[in-house]
C-alpha cells in the first residue's frame, strides 16, 4: 500500500492503530475457518463512527478492499482479506450505550463480546438469545454481520430476530440508520434485516439496537437414548407436533457418541445411533408439564434409555456431552471443519444418514451433532489441511453434504453464514434470478466492491 | 535446515492442531489490554507457522511478538483441542534465541546469573548499598529508586534487597528436637536475596512441626526466568546443578515457597533432560518428592493445628499462575487460611487471573504488566479485605506495586507469613494460660 495512503490512515485513526509490520499482517490473515488464508495490507482499528466514515471514503475513492472484522471467530471465511487492503478492526467499539429497562431494548457498539452484553442485562432480568458457541469470545457486531445463532435457536431464533435497528456507514462512507426501538415498525424496505447477515459485504455497522427478552424463570434438561436413528428422529417430530418448542433440541450421531465417549466418559453407550439432548425453559408450572410430556413422547418413540436432571449438577453432566463433542471430534485430527448445513427438522435422519454415506464413500471422518430440533446440523469433518490427497477427498464429501441439504428442502447455512466456505453452492440455493437480485443489491450499494469483496456473493 | 528452524518444524503438528477458535482470546490477559491478534496464543502460533511455511523470518519482530506473553497458561486451559500454546510460545522464544542470540541486558542479567558466587556477591552489596538508591516506602517492604536505573521504570515499587540473605541468616542444617522428618528448603533468589520474611516464616513454621530442615547452601536459581527467555540451554545447567545439589543432600522432602520454583523441580526438570536418562531419573525422583509449600503443610505433613492463635485480618487470596495452572495447587493455600482462627476469608473475583508480574515481564514491559494488574488490584479492592495473600514473591511485588499505585493500603503476604503469625500468636496464648 503507498505510503501516502497509510499516512491517510494514521492521520485518521492514530499511528498506533495503523498496523503495518509483516509480524501483525500475519495475525490478521486468518479466521476460524481453516484452509483460507491471506495478508492484508494494513490493520485499521478505529474509534468511532466518524473515523470508520472516513476511512470507507478514503478506501471507496482509491478502491482499496476493506475488511470489516470483530473477534474473528467465524466459520466461513468472511472475514480472511482475500484481495489484500485493509482489514478494519471493530474492537474499539466496545460500549454498551444503553439498557433500556422500559423498552426491553439495549444499545450497544459493534465490539461488545456477546457474554459481555448478556452479563450486563442479567441484573434486569433479561437476556439476548443468541449465543453461538464462542459467545464467550465472539463481538456482538460479527453475530450481527454473520446472523450467527446458537443453541437456543429453536425457541429463540438466530440474530436477525433480535436486531431492531443498525448505524450503518456504507460503502462511500455516508452514515445510515435503520429502524429503531418500535416494535411495531413497517415502514420502507426492512434495512435492517437487509444488513443483519450482510457478511460486511454491504456496509460497516457501527451501532447495534437488539431486542431483549425475559430470562426464563425454570429449565429443565433431558437426555435420550436411541438405538435407532429413526426413532430420534421421530421423537423430534413428535415434541413438535405435540407444540412443545423447547429452548433447545441437540442430537449427537453415532461417530460423535463414540468420540465423545472416548474423550470424555460420560457414560453413553457407544453403540447408541444417536442421544437426543432437550431442554424446555419459562414458567416452572409449564416447564414441569411440558418437561413431563417429553418424557411421554421419548417413550412413544421408544427410547431406550431417558435422564431427566434433577438439579444443577444433573443437568451439567447432561450437557457435558454435548459440550465435548467439538473439543473431542476437533482432538481426533489437526484440521476441523464445521459446517453447518440445515434441513426441515423432518429431513434430520435423512441428513445424517446423507453424511455418514458421504463420509464412508470419500473415506473421511465426520462426525455430526447438532441442532435437530430446527434442523441445523454441524457436520464436523475432521482432517490434515496438510494432506492434499486427503484435503481433495473431504472438499468431495463437503460438496455431497451441501448439495444432499439442498435437494433436501434445506439451506447452505443455518448460523455461519456463507462468506467463501460456501460460495460455490450459492446459485444452487438461490438460482440464477436469486444471484442476479442479491448482486444487484450489493453494486446498487458498494459500487467500487471495496467491502469485502468476492464473499457472500462472489464477484460482481 | 538451520537449527532456528529447526525447533519450531520439530513442533509443526502440534502447531497445527490450533484450530484458530479464538477462544484464547476470552482468557489472555495480554490480549485484554492490547486487543490485537500478535497479542494473543493464535497469532503467536500462526506467526509461528508462517516461519515454518517460509512466509516469515524469525525476526526482531518475531522476537519482539513471542516475548508480549506472561506465560501464565490460562490459553493452554482453555482451548478446546488441548494446544500448549504456552509451551509452544516458549519454544518461538528458544528459537528467537538461537537465530538472534538472546537480548543484551538480558545476556548480561543471565551472565551474572550463571555465576553463582558472584550473583551472591552482587545481590549482598545491592542489600548492603540499596539504601542509597532505593528509599523505604513506610509501612510495608517495599522501596522505589532515588534515581533512574536502565531497564526499571522510575514509578515502580520493588522491594528492597535483604542487608543480608536468608541463606546467611541461617546454618545450612537446622535440627529439631524429635524430627518428624528431613526436608531440604529451596529457597529461590527472590525469597534468599529480597523477601527473606517469607523464608523466616517458611523455616519458622516447619520448626513448628517438628521437621529438620536443610538449605542447602549452593542451591542456584531455578532456572525458570532463564528458561521462559528462551535460553534452554543455560536453564539447563541451573537445573542440572540444582539437581546434583538436593540429591546429595538426601532430605524426604523438598519444598519450595514458591510456585514457579516448585514447577521447576516438579515439572520443568524431568522435561528439559528428556535426552539425558540418567538425569532425567534423578529429576524424577527429586520431582516426586517435591512440594509447594502449603501443598506439604497440607498434604503431607497436615500441620499442626492445636498451637495456632487468632490472626484478626480480612483475607483475600491471589492465586499465581503457576500454582493455579502449573501445580495446580489452589485448595491448599485456602485450607491454611481456613485453619487460622480469627480470619475472615473473602474470595476475590477472578483469584486465578494473572496479576501482570510473569517474571521479568514485568520489567520488559511495565505498562502493559501495569494495566493487567489494575484489574487485580481493583478486585482486590471489591473484597474489602485488609489483607491478599498470595504464594509467589515476584506476584508479591507486583501486587504491592499496584496497590501503592493504586493508593490503596492493603498488606500484602505469602500465606505462610499468615500462618507463621498464627502459630506466633499461639505461643502467646500458651503464656497466657495459667
Known amino acids: 500500500m503507498e505510503s501516502c495512503l497509510l499516512n491517510e490512515l494514521r492521520r485518521i485513526v492514530g499511528t498506533a492503530y495503523v498496523l503495518t509490520d509483516k509480524e501483525d499482517l500475519l495475525c490478521y490473515a486468518y479466521d476460524a475457518t481453516p484452509g483460507f488464508s491471506h495478508m492484508p495490507d494494513a490493520v485499521v482499528s478505529p474509534a468511532n463512527t466518524n473515523e470508520v466514515s472516513q476511512v470507507l471514503a478514503l478506501a471507496n475513492t482509491e478502491k482499496i478492499p476493506v475488511y470489516p472484522r470483530g473477534s474473528g471467530t467465524n466459520l466461513s471465511a468472511g472475514t480472511v482479506p482475500t484481495k489484500g487492503g485493509i482489514v478494519l478492526q471493530m474492537t474499539r467499539f466496545d460500549k454498551i450505550l444503553e439498557i433500556d429497562e422500559a423498552n426491553l431494548v439495549a444499545t450497544a457498539e459493534p465490539g461488545v463480546i456477546v457474554a459481555a452484553l448478556n452479563k450486563a442485562v442479567e441484573q434486569f432480568g433479561l437476556i439476548y438469545p443468541p449465543d453461538p458457541g464462542t459467545v464467550a469470545t465472539a463481538t456482538l457486531g460479527g453475530t450481527v454481520a454473520e446472523n450467527a445463532g446458537g443453541l437456543r435457536g429453536l425457541k429463540y431464533g438466530v440474530s436477525k430476530h433480535y436486531v431492531m435497528g443498525l448505524e450503518v456507514v456504507l460503502a462511500d462512507g455516508s452514515i445510515l440508520q435503520t429502524s429503531g426501538k418500535n416494535v411495531k415498525d413497517v415502514a420502507g424496505y426492512d434495512l435492517t434485516k437487509l444488513f443483519t447477515g450482510s457478511e460486511g459485504t454491504l456496509g460497516v455497522i457501527t451501532k447495534i439496537i437488539v431486542k431483549l427478552v425475559p430470562a426464563p424463570e425454570a429449565k429443565k434438561s433431558m437426555m435420550a437414548i436411541f438405538s435407532n436413528l429413526d426413532n430420534a428422529g421421530n421423537s423430534i417430530a413428535a415434541i413438535i407436533a405435540g407444540k412443545i418448542i423447547p429452548a433447545t433440541l441437540e442430537i449427537l450421531d453415532n461417530a460423535t457418541i463414540r468420540t465423545v465417549e472416548d474423550y470424555a466418559k460420560v457414560g453413553l453407550p457407544t453403540e447408541a445411533e444417536a442421544v437426543l439432548l432437550i431442554e424446555v425453559d419459562g414458567i416452572p408450572e409449564v416447564v414441569e408439564k411440558e418437561a413431563a410430556k417429553v418424557v411421554e413422547v421419548l417413550k412413544a418413540n421408544h427410547a431406550d434409555q431417558i435422564q431427566v436432571a434433577k438439579d444443577a449438577a444433573e443437568r451439567d453432566k447432561i450437557w457435558a456431552a454435548r459440550r465435548a463433542a467439538l473439543p473431542a471430534l476437533a482432538k481426533l485430527r489437526p484440521t476441523t471443519f464445521t459446517e453447518d448445513a440445515t434441513v426441515p427438522r423432518s429431513k434430520v435422519p435423512e441428513m445424517i444418514r446423507a453424511v455418514n454415506q458421504a463420509a464412508a464413500k470419500h473415506k473421511v471422518t465426520i462426525g455430526t451433532f447438532g441442532h435437530a430440533g430446527d434442523g441445523n446440523l454441524h457436520p464436523t469433518i475432521v482432517c490434515d489441511l496438510r494432506d492434499k490427497e486427503e484435503m481433495e477427498r473431504v472438499y468431495k464429501a463437503m460438496d455431497e453434504i451441501f448439495t444432499t441439504a439442498i435437494r433436501l428442502g434445506g439451506t447452505l447455512s443455518g448460523e455461519h453464514g456463507i462468506g467463501l466456505g460456501k460460495l460455490k453452492y450459492m446459485e444452487d440455493q438461490f438460482g440464477e434470478v436469486g444471484m442476479k437480485t442479491m448482486r444487484a443489491i450489493k453494486k446498487a450499494l458498494d459500487p467500487n466492491c471495496i467491502l469485502n469483496p468476492g464473499k457472500l456473493v462472489g464477484e460482481c | ?434
Open chain 2, 1 to 434: 535446515m538451520k537449527e532456528d528452524k529447526k525447533l519450531l518444524t520439530d513442533i509443526e503438528d502440534a502447531l497445527a492442531n490450533c484450530m484458530k477458535c479464538g477462544n484464547c482470546m476470552e482468557v489472555c490477559p495480554i490480549y485484554k489490554e492490547i486487543q490485537t491478534e500478535a497479542a494473543v496464543a493464535r497469532g503467536k502460533l500462526s506467526l509461528m507457522e508462517a516461519v515454518i511455511n517460509g512466509n516469515a523470518e524469525i525476526s526482531a519482530g518475531f522476537d519482539q511478538r513471542m516475548a508480549m506473553c506472561v506465560s501464565c497458561k490460562a490459553c493452554a486451559v482453555k482451548c478446546p483441542c488441548g494446544v500448549k500454546a504456552d509451551e509452544l510460545i516458549l519454544r518461538g522464544r528458544q528459537a528467537a534465541v538461537k537465530a538472534r542470540g538472546l537480548n543484551p541486558i538480558k545476556k548480561q542479567v543471565f551472565a551474572l546469573l550463571a555465576n553463582r558466587t558472584l550473583f551472591d556477591f552482587a545481590l549482598r552489596m545491592a542489600g548492603l548499598f540499596g539504601p542509597l538508591q532505593m528509599k523505604k516506602l513506610p509501612g510495608r517492604m517495599a522501596v522505589v529508586a532515588r534515581f533512574p536505573m536502565p531497564g526499571l521504570d522510575r514509578r515502580r515499587v520493588l522491594a528492597p534487597f535483604a542487608a543480608t540473605p536468608l541463606r546467611s541468616q541461617f546454618p545450612e542444617h537446622i535440627n529439631a528436637a524429635k524430627p518428624r522428618m528431613k526436608v531440604a528448603f529451596f529457597t529461590g533468589c527472590t525469597i534468599n536475596y529480597v523477601y527473606t520474611d517469607i523464608g523466616q516464616a517458611v523455616i519458622n513454621v516447619l520448626k513448628a512441626n517438628n521437621v529438620a530442615i536443610t538449605i542447602p547452601a549452593k542451591q542456584h536459581c531455578c532456572g525458570t526466568p532463564v528458561y521462559m527467555s528462551g535460553d534452554v540451554e543455560l536453564a539447563k545447567v541451573f537445573a542440572k546443578h540444582n539437581v546434583e545439589t538436593f540429591e546429595r543432600v538426601n532430605a524426604d522432602y523438598i519444598v519450595a515457597a514458591c510456585g514457579s520454583c516448585a514447577e521447576a523441580f516438579k515439572i520443568e526438570y524431568p522435561e528439559l533432560f528428556h535426552d539425558e536418562p540418567d538425569l532425567q531419573r534423578q529429576a524424577r525422583n527429586l520431582a516426586a518428592k517435591t512440594y509447594e509449600i502449603s501443598e506439604f503443610l497440607v498434604d503431607v505433613l497436615r500441620f499442626r493445628q492445636d498451637t495456632l492463635g487468632p490472626v484478626p485480618a480480612t483475607v483475600t487470596m491471589h492465586d499465581p499462575c503457576h500454582m493455579a495452572r502449573g501445580i495446580e495447587v489452589t485448595a491448599q493455600p485456602r485450607a491454611i487460611v481456613a485453619a487460622i482462627p480469627g480470619v475472615k476469608f473473602v474470595e476475590m473475583k477472578e483469584p486465578a487471573r494473572c496479576c501482570g508480574a510473569g517474571g521479568s515481564f514485568s520489567l520488559a514491559h511495565y505498562d502493559v504488566s501495569r494495566k493487567i494488574n489494575d484489574r487485580k488490584i481493583a478486585d482486590i479492592a471489591s473484597t474489602a479485605a485488609d489483607t491478599v495473600v498470595t504464594s509467589c514473591g515476584s506476584c508479591r511485588m507486583h501486587i504491592v506495586d499496584g496497590l501503592v499505585q493504586n493508593g490503596r493500603n492493603q498488606e500484602c503476604l505469602h500465606v505462610v507469613q499468615l500462618l507463621d503469625k498464627a502459630y506466633e500468636a499461639g505461643k502467646c496464648l500458651q503464656f497466657k494460660q495459667p
